[in-house]
């Protein structure tokens, strides 16, 4: 199995999400995964991450990998947070999603979106095509009123 690892302040620091990560973080922060899921899911909706979660799994995570490496990873969450630059978070995200959520899932997701994007195309394609019929009976329409006014337009001469 592929070691995930982050770098962070030169240190390559191997990152793991277990149970004991999961039991971890709810220790830390007080409250249960299923709170941690709907204010993700809230955040996201909104355009934005649960950060401070975020950081306390990336804090967990790094605390449960260094353990299973046989190191011991010694600084607290103050401490983490001042060395922690924001493009860590950035670095942790697509390790997150593997190892919480699960790659089979991501794959689902993104084929749902493709066949959604498909739907919305073939919809759009034939909305377009809607319009342009629309567009061409009118110019149709006027041309024929046009012909109607100069026939009838002749014939009020003669």
């Known amino acids: 199995m592929k070691k995930d690892l982050l770098s962070i302040n030169g240190q390559e620091l191997r990152v793991e999400i277990?149970?004991?990560?999961?039991?971890?973080?709810?220790?830390?922060?007080?409250?249960k995964?299923?709170?941690?899921?709907?204010?993700?899911?809230?955040?996201?909706?909104?355009?934005?991450?649960?950060?401070?979660?975020?950081?306390?799994?990336?804090?967990c995570a790094i605390i449960e990998g260094e353990e299973l490496e046989g190191r011991a990873f010694e600084l607290d969450f103050v401490e983490f947070k001042r060395m922690l630059k924001p493009a860590a978070l950035s670095q942790f995200a697509p390790i997150f999603i593997?190892?919480?959520?699960?790659?089979?899932?991501?794959?689902?997701?993104?084929?749902?979106?493709?066949?959604?994007k498909k739907k919305i195309s073939n919809r759009?394609?034939?909305?377009?095509?809607?319009?342009?019929?629309?567009?061409?009976?009118?110019?149709?329409?006027?041309?024929?009123?046009?012909?109607a006014l100069y026939i009838f337009g002749r014939l009020s001469r003669a």
């Open 18 to 31: 277990n149970m004991n990560t999961a039991e971890a973080w709810e220790k830390l922060s007080g409250k």
């Open 33 to 59: 995964l299923g709170q941690f899921e709907i204010e993700a899911a809230e955040s996201a909706k909104k355009g934005g991450v649960a950060t401070r979660a975020m950081l306390l799994w990336l804090y």
């Open 98 to 116: 593997k190892q919480y959520i699960g790659e089979s899932y991501v794959e689902n997701v993104k084929k749902e979106q493709e066949a959604l």
């Open 124 to 147: 759009s394609r034939l909305a377009n095509f809607v319009r342009l019929r629309w567009v061409k009976w009118v110019g149709v329409f006027v041309i024929l009123s046009y012909v």
